[in-house]
């Protein structure tokens, strides 16, 4: 058995001190719901039941291309950081997100990859695609992205080396 100061000299210690807390307001969680709402009854009222199946399958669709892509990039970064991202399904942090601290330089890299990639693998299927699949798929993609994307933004002059938590009614931004 290992004495006591045996543990402390061997022991990493974090110090984190808590730089900023971007409240969730309920109001925002509820217009999020709102949006996509609105989004399947338009399509639904200007393309019937094509537009209802489109509308269902174009959110499969983006959170299976946004896990690609995340997947894809965390192939280049040297840590195993994929153990620290899973599925998550409270509004408004929807779809493969970090579920403990991520480093905002990361997180920060792999949005921006997110929304470009993503617009242009939707622009590339476009010549096969109808009009109410094109709406969907582009819809979902910015709604997804969107919490995340409003977060980076206020997070945009912080210090890139800090650390990001999402909670479910909260965003905590850390340094060390």
């Known amino acids: 058995m290992q004495r006591r100061s045996e543990i402390h000299e061997n ?17 925002s969680v509820i ?5 996509v709402s609105g989004l399947g009854i338009f399509q639904i009222i200007m393309y019937s039941y094509q537009g209802l199946f489109y509308w269902l399958a174009s959110a499969l669709a983006i959170y299976w291309l946004h896990w690609v892509i995340i997947k894809l990039t965390m192939i280049r970064v040297d840590e ?23 480093e905002h330089q990361l997180f920060r890299k792999l ?38 994307l409003i977060v980076l933004n206020k997070l945009r002059r912080s210090r890139k080396d800090g650390l990001i938590f999402l909670e479910d009614t909260s965003v905590n931004f850390y340094h060390r």
């Open 11 to 27: 022991a990493t210690v974090y110090h984190y001190q808590l730089i900023k807390k971007i409240q969730v307001q309920n109001e």
């Open 31 to 35: 217009s999020y719901g709102i949006i």
């Open 80 to 102: 195993p950081e994929d153990r620290r991202w899973g599925w998550r399904y409270k509004t408004p942090w929807i779809g493969y997100l970090p579920i403990v601290m991520v």
């Open 111 to 148: 949005h921006r990859h997110l929304l470009w990639i993503g617009l242009c693998a939707i622009a590339l299927i476009y010549p096969w695609m109808g009009e109410s699949a094109m709406i969907s798929l582009i819809s979902w993609h910015l709604w997804a992205l969107a919490p995340r």
